[in-house]
């Protein structure tokens, strides 16, 4: 086991109806407030109704900024900065799904500082202090609500790339159950083939945590239990808890806790589909994992067998990795680029793009030379 | 799945040499430090002179408080929050196991008030302010480093109960493994017990939520396959880690999110036990455990068998409670009270206590028509 420090600063709110306790729970009297939200959903569904008739009642002054794509720009977040600056923005309130929370935690450290906020993702800056943010989460899939991490799309230098901060954990995050019931299929099976993958890369990471091994296996076992039953039942809201509840604690931290790392090679790979092609996240993910399992299936062999041993009954490793596949299939996510509409013509500028971010993953490294094999794995 | 907030604030540093980022962690310079410890064996581990030195080079005015008992009393805990008046202590430095940094909780809490410590275990008193607490851990068991719970006994009343608070989460938690490898054999393998006996609580709680289910299963399958082993390498640190990471997250409310609560009726009985006869908390609880299983084994049947089916791979309910008596055997555990030296001739005096501490538990609930068949299975 290798040392670490456990400090989730996150309060978690979860159950239904928690998003009415928002007035109760915070202190927002005289409060400059910045919505951050995504398409009009959440205002077509009454949240933002909600949201802002508490912060009206407690006395807040509200700016709002919408707009946030489904791969967020970091041009949206210096736009968002801009105003939540004009607005002297002392809370921000997230509501959406992975994007929007993600954008908001860059807006919050970017506000208060005299830079571009890509120098946050360049190393170029450290932030040294963050406006406070609340997030209203209405998909279950990345994790964002949790942990201080925040993947950004950055269209000027054709890069995707992930950011993470203490400073960037949201203070207060609300999770009804309730709010995911209209997401629609394919989107519910993405978020459980993503909070899988956050898993796996936790899994795949460096050091030797036996607990933490379990602790994946428990979330990606009830995932993989209860995934498939809420693709069936889409309204049930039991389904939707333990959905969400997974998606939550599958990057909150738990996973790595005794180790060095995740790998995150896999993000990686995709990233450059959803940055090429607007790929749905989870739908990368599982085009891009059984091809990575399959890359390292000897280095590997070892680490795939005992998962195949706790999720399929089998330790055999190609057995396994059959298994992640069946499953991705079963929930109707893509295995195969030709699955995503990806044609065999596109292997080089794929390749391209992996070369030029550098992709590769930290602890089963890939070269350059595993490219091509990879792309192999991802259309055979 | 319940609602419920997850909100621990406890930063947990964790692992070889952590202690000595105390200064780096805290800002010690002017603080009036309190530090609570129990025997003397701090002292001559040299635990408590890195800690001293730490304080001192730091700039901070230091007084202590030694001599907390394995069974802690709330008479202690006035002793030392008086002294810490006298001494305008600002900050708690808790220095050893589970009694030290209970006590030490209640300390904190009791420090600023005008009433004595025992109110607040009566709901006299809501405490509203606490000095702030930082745990130095030295033995893995209770997992008080990480939640807000204290026990302590009270000799004038006769009682021995639990209190919880969240002003009561320790600000900060150093667990170094290397600390705990000279606990001898039996209070390691009473610690393994008291583990699982957490997770044991937990299950057998209210409400449901099969992701906690996992958690428990994961967490009680660790320890016992690293508890056995460790305790034919005491001096095993690796092993010490994994038992001291179990430990923790046995009892830091991972394993009842989306629940109501725990039971925590065998904790009561437990209490009774050591009460009575000084019996050490976790040998208590591997006998409580099975003979509070048999009692239940019809109402509980199927949680039971679920247990049975995750970690001894039988649906059977009672080769599950045996599986438990086989496992706490090994470990060198009591499972019986004449394992403990408690006659049988003690059946009276038992029930009168049980009775008088209304020990009942907060789902499978006891009553005082119960005792006399849980007392037979703790002889039988």
């Avoid at 993947?151 to 901060?165: D, I, P, R, S």
């Avoid at 995050?173 to 993503?194: M, N, Q, R």
Wanted: a neutral charge; hydrophobic letters at 40%.
């Amino acid at each position: 086991m290798e040392n670490f420090i456990s400090n989730n600063t996150t309060a978690l709110h979860f159950g239904k109806g928690v998003v009415d306790n928002l007035a109760k729970t915070l202190d927002l009297k005289g409060r400059n407030v910045l919505i951050v939200y995504g398409k009009g959903s959440v205002k077509r569904s009454g949240l933002f109704d909600n949201v802002m008739g508490q912060l009206v009642a407690s006395g807040a002054h509200v700016a709002e900024f919408g707009g946030i794509k489904p791969n967020p720009l970091v041009e949206d977040v210096e736009n968002a900065a801009a105003l939540a600056r004009a607005h002297n923005t002392d809370l921000i309130i997230a509501i959406g799904g992975g994007s929007v929370i993600d954008s908001a935690k860059i807006i919050s450290i970017t506000i208060p500082v005299g830079h571009p906020a890509w120098n946050f993702y360049t190393r170029r800056a450290i932030p040294k202090t963050a406006v406070p943010l609340v997030a209203i989460l209405t998909l279950a899939a990345t994790g964002t609500e949790m942990n201080p991490f925040a993947v950004l799309q950055n269209l000027a230098t054709g890069q995707k790339e992930g950011y993470g901060h203490p400073l960037c954990y949201p203070k207060h995050s609300f999770l009804d159950p309730t709010l995911t019931i209209t997401v629609p299929k394919d989107y519910t099976a993405y978020g459980v083939a993503d909070l899988i993958a956050h898993c796996l890369e936790a899994y795949f990471g460096k050091g030797d945590c036996p607990l933490s091994d379990r602790f994946i296996f428990a979330i990606i076992g009830d995932a993989m239990e209860h995934g498939p039953q809420l693709l069936d039942n889409l309204t049930d809201y039991d389904l939707r808890a333990k959905i969400m509840y997974d998606a939550t604690m599958a990057l909150n931290g738990l996973t790595t806790q005794g180790k060095v790392n995740g790998d995150w090679g896999v993000h990686g790979i995709g990233h450059i589909l959803s940055l090429l092609y607007d790929t749905p996240h989870g739908a990368s993910l599982t085009i891009a994992y059984p091809a990575w399992m399959k890359l390292h299936r000897e280095k590997a062999a070892e680490r795939i067998s005992k998962l195949g041993t706790n999720l399929f009954g089998t330790a055999d490793v190609d057995k396994t990795i059959k298994g992640f596949e069946d499953f991705f299939r079963k929930i109707s996510c893509p295995v195969r680029l030709s699955d995503a509409g990806i044609l065999n013509s596109e292997t080089g500028k794929i390749i391209s793009c992996l070369v030029k971010n550098n992709v590769n993953g930290s602890n089963y490294r890939l070269t350059e030379t595993d490219y091509q094999m990879l792309l192999s794995n991802m259309q055979a």
